[in-house]
Every structure is written in C-alpha cells, then in structure tokens.
C-alpha cells in the first residue's frame, strides 16, 4: 500500500514534535545549571518534556508498527504474484509444447493425406 496522506500528516506531525522537543532541550541546557539536590523531584518543564517524549516515542513506534506490517503485507502479495507468475509461464510453456505438437501432427496428416491422393491418383491412372 503506498503512502497515504494520513502518513504525511503523521510524519509532519513527527517532525515539528521533534522541533519543539529539541528547543525545550535547548532551552533546559540554557538553564543555569542547579545541583541534583537542589532540583525538584518532578520539575514541570522536564515532566512535560518527559511525557511528550514519551508520547513522542510511543506515536513513533506505532508508525513503524503500521509501516512494517505494510511491508510484510506487500512482501506476502509480491510472493503470490511470483508464484501465480511462475504457473502461468508453466501453463504457457506447457500450451506452447501441445501446440507444437498439434501443428506437427497437422504437417503429417497433410503430408499423409497428400501421400494417399497421389496414390490414389497413380492406381486411378493405371
């Protein structure tokens, strides 16, 4: 299945959260620095950066759930095609050999018939 506009917007989506991640990162290693003792256990910049990572992380991961079933999806019907594309040459191979052989037969018929009418014509002389 190609890619559908849904999968555009997931990716446009994918890129600015990226961006916006990257800036908050920016922005807290701006910050001046403050001893481990001294932060908050859950500060609320570095939470909410957590769960959008997290959320970020999770979208990402579905995407590349969706696109690898895609794939197997498209690996499994390029399989059938091969196969059905390797029967259909046997068929083919197979009408090829019984039309050469009809058209064989068809040459010793004509030739056997043609045989017989020039004996026939040679005891209807005599």
Known sequence: MPFEVADDE???????SLQDVLSQLQHLSEM????EAELPPSSGSSGSLTDRLL??????TGYVSR????KN??????????????RQ???????????????????N?????????EMWNGDRKS
Not at 10 to 16: L, R, V
Not at 109 to 117: G, K, P, Q, V, Y
């Open 10 to 16: 997931d990716i446009t989506w994918s890129q600015n």
């Open 32 to 35: 001046p620095s403050l001893g």
């Open 55 to 60: 959320r970020q992380n999770a979208d990402l």
């Open 67 to 70: 696109l690898t079933e895609e």
């Open 73 to 86: 999806d498209l690996r499994n019907l390029l399989l059938k095609l091969e196969e059905e594309l390797r």
């Open 89 to 107: 040459r046997e068929r083919n191979a197979t009408r090829d050999h019984s039309s050469r052989h009809l058209l064989d037969n068809e040459a």
């Open 109 to 117: 018929i004509t030739a056997l018939i043609a045989s017989e009418r």
